[in-house]
């Protein structure tokens, strides 16, 4: 088994989180950027990548936005196995591009979004005999289920009322909704927390689909055909893993949500301003526990959980631009954040009073 110590997370009660979102309690925030790569994906590709070893497989490939690929490269250089990653060119955050070459994988840039990769390597590994790791791999199911149990381990099995995450692919809330269904099969909790799946208004097919079914219930999924959100990592307009993941909403008694990217933002800027931080698309998970709250779906008193799915780190240059008020539509969180200061201390007590919006304080004795 290749492992580089996977899981064993923080799980945080962020009390102005809490107060952020409109809870009474606690808000649990399980931070999955804690992981080797940075993202939860580790917990999956460590199991898949160790039997994809044992089977014998001679390279591995993925599609991915930037976490997949990152995670396969490093745990594939752990085997000593050539990988390939089909990433959407021009649409994967630089430091994910950085991440995923520095361990050794060879990228092809795929014209297109996401979606186009992922049909490419899916034909490619047919034709060449490429061993897939994208979340279609059941391994990595397996291996990602442990988000939950360690979850409720944490919480001394006492099931949460929601657990919220955001949701692209649809293979994370697949593997939340298998554990947590077989934990309260196993007699490990004594009754089911709901589930929510958070996506971006501009890639949120699943959203549509889980709507569409409350009219009609054959309604299938319909490709998004050109998603388009900041928040790279759930930028997919067909994800793969749906049939799996309606099965866990509705098992679950789920909701699944279309965020503007706005309200994606706006969390990440209270999340990272609480002193946890997390990059974009994780923010997915405490905005929608704050439109559930909105929309008296959660009630206020409720004990909820978020899953933050990936690294502050991960897409600096995103953060950077929402904090200089670059981004058309968005704010800046802070008005008063960064400045430029000649190297003297009168030049430095302007800029101080600047920054802190007040004369800066005495001398300390
Ligand atoms: C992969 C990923 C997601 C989406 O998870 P799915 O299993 O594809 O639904 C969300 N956030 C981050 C940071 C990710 O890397």
């Not at 939860?40 to 070893?53: N, Q």
């Not at 089977?55 to 990152?70: F, I, K, M, Q, Y």
């Not at 060119?89 to 996401?114: D, N």
């Not at 526990?289 to 991960?314: D, F, N, P, Q, Y």
Request: proline share 6%; aromatic share 4%; with cysteine.
């Amino acid at each position: 088994m290749l492992a580089r110590g996977e899981g064993n997370t923080g799980l945080y009660a962020s009390r102005p989180l809490a107060e952020w979102v409109g809870l009474s309690g606690d808000l649990w925030i399980k931070h999955e950027g804690e992981n080797p790569t940075a993202s939860f994906k580790d917990r999956g590709l460590c199991v898949a990548v160790s039997l994809a070893r044992r089977a014998d497989c001679r390279v591995l490939a993925c599609a991915s936005t930037g976490n997949t690929s990152s995670s396969l490269a490093s745990y594939a250089a752990l085997a000593g196995l050539p990988c390939v990653v089909f990433v959407p060119a021009g649409k994967i955050s630089t430091g994910k591009l950085a991440q995923t070459l520095a361990y050794g994988a060879r990228v092809l840039e795929v014209e297109g979004s996401f979606d186009e990769a992922m049909r490419l390597v899916e034909e490619a590994a047919e034709a060449f005999g490429l061993g897939l790791l994208n979340s279609v791999n059941p391994w990595r199911i397996e291996g990602q289920k442990s988000i939950a149990l360690e979850l409720l381990d944490e919480l001394d099995w006492e099931a949460p009322d929601w657990i919220v995450l955001p949701s692209g692919n649809l293979g994370n809330i697949s593997a939340l909704g298998k554990a947590l269904r077989e934990a309260h099969a196993a007699g490990l909790i004594d009754r089911l927390p709901r589930i929510a799946g958070v996506q971006a208004a501009g890639a949120a097919p699943f959203a549509r689909l889980v709507a569409a079914r409350r009219e009609n219930a054959a309604a299938e999924l319909l490709p998004e055909l050109a998603p388009e959100t900041l928040a790279t990592a759930i930028r997919i307009g067909k994800p793969r893993s749906w049939r799996k993941a309606l099965r866990e909403v509705e098992a679950l008694d789920g909701e699944v949500l279309a965020l503007p990217d706005e309200e994606l933002l706006d969390a990440k800027a209270a999340i990272d301003a609480a002193g946890i931080g997390c990059e974009p698309a994780s923010a997915a998970a405490v905005a929608g526990v704050r439109r559930l709250v909105a929309e008296g779906k959660i009630e206020r008193g409720a004990r909820v959980a978020s899953i933050l799915t990936g690294h502050l780190l991960k897409d600096p240059d995103l953060t950077a631009r929402l904090h200089d008020g670059s981004l058309p539509g968005v704010p800046a969180p802070r008005p008063r954040a960064r400045r430029r200061v000649a190297s003297s201390l009168d030049a430095l007590r302007e800029a101080l009073a600047d920054l802190l919006g007040r004369a800066p304080p005495p001398p300390l004795r």
